[in-house]
């Protein structure tokens, strides 16, 4: 058996288009939507993410304003930017890039992201909103997990689903996420006591853990759909995700790829995001 490729590309590519076509239509109302990216930080891997947003959101019609203070910022200096960037009524979508210089926790900067621009679900007051069922903006590489199964068709009511990883940006949302779309939710993290023996029962694995090919085929059950939320760059230059992929394509029945898998889709989703800020 070798599994089948849950590939984002053609998916994020359908995003793309009807964003570009509302985008159209706000710009010929009047309204140019806007995306503010704040960045402090030298790091290659973040730059050339963010050089990647602001390409996708230009090609669609979004002008994307890459906020860069510098790997000295203070913490005032980027609460006073982001505070600044919530209050301006030409901007829709804020997003906080991180790393983040040292000493700068993320905690205290994004409950300052105006909800109503939280395009990737940041601030806790929109993770709260989320919680509650109020319709917020959910962090974007979480929903972008749901949104490609759903894609390619895997069904999720009922399963059972092992989700690797506890982050805020990820894992703890994608789980509610899961559990809105009535899957049962395991979530598996540093203190899981075997690891193994959740995830090999699992019908869908999800590795968000950002530890290079930390899962290997015997982590899955046969015929079980991975998706691999890791990009962990190489020495040379490449990118591997949190499972070794090459082990379990032979078991898997599906597999997101890395790069093209996720990845395409949670850029694709930050756009819709601003687009639905714009369109209130």
Known sequence: MTAVSL???????????????????????GVQPK???VVATDDGGSAWYVRSIA??????GIACDIVDLGADATADALKARISELSRDPSVHGVILQTP???GVQASELVGLIDVDKDVDGANPTTLGLRMAGVPAFPP????AVVALLEHHEVPLEGREIAVVGRSTVVGKPLAHLLLDRNATVTI????????????SRADVVVAAVGRAEL???????PGAVVVDVGTNPTEDGGLVGDVNASEIV??????????GGVGPVTTALLLRHTIDAAAK
Do not use: N
């Not at 390409?55 to 669609?60: C, I, Q, T």
């Not at 974007?140 to 929903?143: D, F, G, K, W, Y």
């Not at 598996?188 to 075997?194: A, E, G, I, L």
């Open 55 to 60: 390409r996708s959101a230009e090609k669609v």
């Open 215 to 221: 899962l290997g085929a015997e982590h899955v059950r």
């Open 7 to 29: 590939s984002g590309k053609d998916f994020a590519a359908e995003i793309r288009s009807e964003v570009r076509a509302r985008a159209s239509q706000l710009i010929q109302l």
């Open 250 to 259: 032979e078991v898997a029945g599906a597999l997101t790829p890395v790069p």
């Open 100 to 102: 983040l210089p040292s």
């Open 140 to 143: 974007a590489t979480a929903e």
């Open 35 to 37: 995306l503010s990216v």
């Open 188 to 199: 598996c993290h540093s203190r899981t006591k075997d690891l193994m023996a959740v995830t």
